[in-house]
DNA sequence: AAATCAAAGTGACAATTGTCCTTTAACAGG
DNA sequence: CCTGTTAAAGGACAATTGTCACTTTGATTT
């Protein structure tokens, strides 16, 4: 469990054994059952979560048509939250709900401002990984901005071969913001 | 000049004047006239550039198409580079040109890791900025997924009713994703 | 094995947006 | 004042994608 949050941290920051306990010490562990809620729209978020195991979707759910606009996945080794809410205290504009059994460790946004301030290396490892996360959202953006629904599809395929088995097309579909019938017609032509 | 970059980081983080002083000196001018480019494709990225005055286009050239996909503007108070490139030493993937006379202050990879670990305060201001620029950058990948050009067009000029007025309607357009002539039938009917 | 349900495929048609082309308007430089 | 350039508007048509309704498939439950 806590190798996997070891090692992601350590990609950016190595630690020392006592590091890393100390700020293992200051995570949560919590699972989830599919189809379960982790965030519901107004809730206050209280964690940010890494995520150890399991599937989950974050997405918006648009009042006036009832559908679902999904914007992130969250898998192993990613994390997942509703970042504004989050950072500024507010209530969610968005759900997170799983699609699989989940196991997520969660950090306090008090805790997680401690450990910057109290190791350097922590707050590096924010920093970094918050523009790693920037860059690539960047690079969706452009495909979105850009491609056509069978580029993005197929954009999808190469860039996430095994979630693109995992998921069902419907959330897929969404993802893209492309209708789920037109992403059928995708690979059947 | 500095006091637009002071004001900047202390939104995040107070300094001293010595403090702000020492960070200052890593950053290097550079002033640009209109229609020149700050980056091109192929070129290695050594600098990343906080914007004093004027207004850039960061853009990706399709070489199949002819066509240009605007994926950002950098105005006064904007950071604005090739990250990727920026980050890892590789040759741009895009362009940055002047829509209008720049005046930009650089600072390099090497100055920016640098100032971090010196300094607390400015590896915290790093952090906060990329979260920032995540969050805001997830609400606009939500709108390109979900909105149609008209919500998009709208939204834009809500969120940036200065540059909306200060910018040629064709790069809207093609920061929107959409093309000139559906963006133009769009406050005429 | 039968019943139920969720996911996926498909056909027909409508709506949105893109593409190509022509015209008009505004404006800077000689 | 003219001329060349750039931005913008608009018509006509094509391509893409969405929507709705229905069918098929496959998994799950009983």
Request: aromatic fraction near 14%; charge should be positive; charged fraction near 25%.
């Amino acid at each position: 469990m806590s190798q996997l949050l070891r090692r992601h941290i350590e990609a950016v920051s190595p630690l020392t054994d006592e590091e890393f306990e100390y700020i293992f010490s200051h995570f949560k562990s919590r699972k989830l059952k599919k189809h379960t809620y982790l965030i519901q729209q107004d809730d206050y978020v209280k964690y940010e979560y890494f995520v150890v195991n399991g599937c989950l979707r974050a997405f918006i759910g648009d009042s006036n048509t009832g559908k679902e606009i999904i914007y992130q996945f969250g898998i192993e080794d990613w994390w997942i939250t509703d970042r504004d809410a989050f950072f500024h205290g507010t209530q969610a504009t968005i759900n997170v709900s799983c699609l699989e059994d989940c196991e997520l460790l969660g950090i306090t946004l008090a805790d997680r401002q401690k450990l910057g301030k109290e190791l350097w290396k922590y707050e590096h490892f924010l920093q970094v990984k918050a523009n790693l996360g920037y860059t690539s959202l960047l690079k969706r953006l452009q495909i979105m901005i850009s491609g056509s629904a069978k580029d993005r599809y197929e954009q999808f395929v190469r860039q996430y071969p095994q979630l693109s088995k995992r998921i069902p097309k419907t959330y897929i579909a969404s993802y893209l913001g492309v209708s789920r019938e037109t992403l059928s017609r995708l690979y059947n032509s």
